[in-house]
């Protein structure tokens, strides 16, 4: 997901207390994500209307199967996430095992699974949504992930970490993942995927463009910025400028997507809310089965809210360029990405409220224990 700027998090509301109203310590463009999704899908709906050959237009100049402008869109989405990760802080929080081996499994393992088993229960007729939402659940959450961590008093270190690991990962992993989860697993399973065709490779190959640039772009960028004028100039004056350009990037996709999308939105309402009963479900459960776990693994508060969110959240802007790059702008399994953080943002924000509600519950305070955060029965 986006970010409006660095932490999601103005620099008066910043130094709100911790358990201030959750809304009210979002930046403003966060705060108000959902409405700027919303209006850009209205502009591309009118915008469909009025240049009725606007897909000819697009397609005037490609990179790859995209044309020129929703790659430069894709780009602006990818590259202020990624110039955010503190590559540095890897080996530190790296070697906390149980911490690393609880992330992986959560977001390589069971979060791809579960999201191919409820949007092949949930969508078993509508192929193209189907698919645009199994390849949601393969593109783990980078970004937005560190705003909730924030909001809801995670590691801001470990976060850090596995959104930087993530990152790397993503590179190596997603096309094998989708090749294995749209093909293989359902024709081992004897599913229908005859309206399906999809190569490892060109998978592989938008990835590396749409993921490998940006991220190559952000890790030089950091390198350059901290040497030059240092982490604190870095942090606090260049990356709020470049912040935002995320969420025009974000915006610019959703209204060319729509505009071509119009006809079938208008025509079909019914399908496209039907995208929205997965996403739904994915959430809470990836986040409840991940909080979960790690309580009985012992982790602290702060580790395991990190982890929660981290194994929940998605990186939309990832697949929404898979989705464009394979399927091509005009098909389902990009308006199924597009759905996605409309859902995302107001459920996540609930979750936060969740996480510090179980913070009371069950953690013990941490001044109350010599060696920091513990768990422990409710002390209310």
């Excluded at 986006?2 to 998090?9: A, D, F, N, P």
């Excluded at 013990?364 to 010599?370: E, I, M, Y």
Aim: charged content about 15%; overall charge negative; proline content about 5%.
């Amino acid at each position: 997901m986006t970010e409006g700027h660095e932490g999601g998090l103005d620099s008066t509301e910043a130094l709100l207390e911790p358990e201030a109203p959750v809304m009210h310590r979002l930046s403003r463009l966060d705060r108000f994500l959902p409405v700027w999704i919303l209006a850009a899908m209205g502009f591309g709906l009118g915008l469909g209307r009025l240049i009725p050959d606007l897909n000819d237009w697009l397609d005037t100049v490609k990179i790859g199967t995209v044309s020129l402008p929703i790659a430069i869109g894709l780009l602006a989405m990818m590259y202020p996430v990624l110039a955010k990760v503190r590559y540095s802080r890897v080996g530190a929080v790296a070697t906390d095992r149980k911490l690393m081996a609880t992330s992986l499994v959560l977001n390589w393992l069971i979060g791809p699974a579960l999201m191919f088993t409820l949007a092949w229960l949930m969508l078993p007729d509508l192929p193209e949504y189907r698919t645009g939402l199994i390849i949601v659940g393969l593109a783990r959450c980078i970004a937005m992930v560190l705003i909730w961590n924030d909001l809801a008093c995670g590691d801001s270190e470990a976060a850090a970490v596995l959104v930087a690991l993530n990152s790397l990962f993503q590179i190596v992993a997603f096309a094998v993942l989708g090749y294995f989860y749209l093909e293989l697993l359902p024709g081992w399973l004897g599913l229908d995927t005859a309206a399906l065709e999809v190569s490892m490779w060109e998978i592989a190959k938008i990835v590396l463009i749409f993921l490998g640039i940006p991220l190559a772009a952000g890790y030089l960028t950091r390198r350059w910025g901290e040497r030059t004028r240092g982490i604190e100039w870095y942090e606090s004056r260049f990356l709020p400028r470049i912040g935002p350009w995320a969420l025009y990037g974000l915006l610019f996709t959703i209204v060319i997507l729509f505009a071509l999308q119009g006809e079938t939105i208008t025509t079909q309402p019914g399908a496209v809310v039907r995208i929205a009963f997965p996403l739904l479900a994915y959430f809470a459960l990836m986040w409840g089965v991940s909080f979960t776990l790690g309580y009985k693994l012992g982790l602290s508060y702060e580790k395991n809210t990190t982890v929660a969110f981290t194994a929940a959240g998605n990186n939309f802007e990832l697949a929404i360029a898979v989705a464009i790059g394979v399927f091509g702008v005009t098909s389902g399994q990009a308006l199924a990405g597009v759905v996605g953080p409309l859902i995302e943002v107001p459920v996540l924000v609930g979750l936060v409220y969740v996480a510090l509600w179980a913070r009371h519950r069950f953690y013990v305070p941490t001044d109350a224990v010599a060696d920091g955060p513990g768990r422990g029965p409710s002390q209310s």
